[in-house]
Each structure stands twice: as C-alpha cells, then as structure tokens.
C-alpha cells in the first residue's frame, strides 16, 4: 500500500493530501529512507514522521484498505 494512504486509512495523519504534502517535504522515512508519496509500505517495517520538534516512530502491523475508526488503532504499534 502507498504510505500516503496507509497513513490516511490507519488516521496518523487525517487527510491524504496532508500526508502527500509531509512526504515532500520529507518528513516521513521508511525503514530509515526518506519516503515519497507512492512509496510501498509492507508489515514489519518502521516508519518515522517528524512534526516540527515532535518524533513519532511505529511499526506497521496490519495493513487493510478499509478500517473502522475503532480498528485504526491496531494498524500501527508505537515505539
């Protein structure tokens, strides 16, 4: 899935446009490489998103094109 929408769908970030305009501007790595827009993430890897001073870094447990609201919680783990 693209990064952009995995974090629209796991609500990291509210709106896809958003997180297109946070991977230009590259603040969001995967795995330790910067990320664009259309890049792949896979279960298992790290991802990183700087907003301004603020860090958050989780690993991706579950992929899913469509989530309820309560479920978008599961996607990701915080480390």
């Not at 796991?10 to 890049?39: F, H, M, Y």
């Not at 890897?45 to 603020?54: A, L, P, Q, S």
Request: with cysteine.
């Amino acid at each position: 899935m693209r990064i952009d929408k995995f974090l629209k769908v796991s609500r990291v970030i509210k709106r896809r446009t958003l997180a297109q305009e946070a991977c230009d501007r590259q603040k969001v790595t995967i795995n330790g490489k910067i990320a664009k827009p259309g890049s792949e993430v896979r279960e298992g890897d790290i991802v990183e998103i700087h907003f301004g001073e603020n860090v958050t870094r989780f690993r991706v447990k579950k992929i899913s094109e469509h989530v309820r609201k309560e479920d978008a919680s599961g996607m990701i783990e915080i480390l």
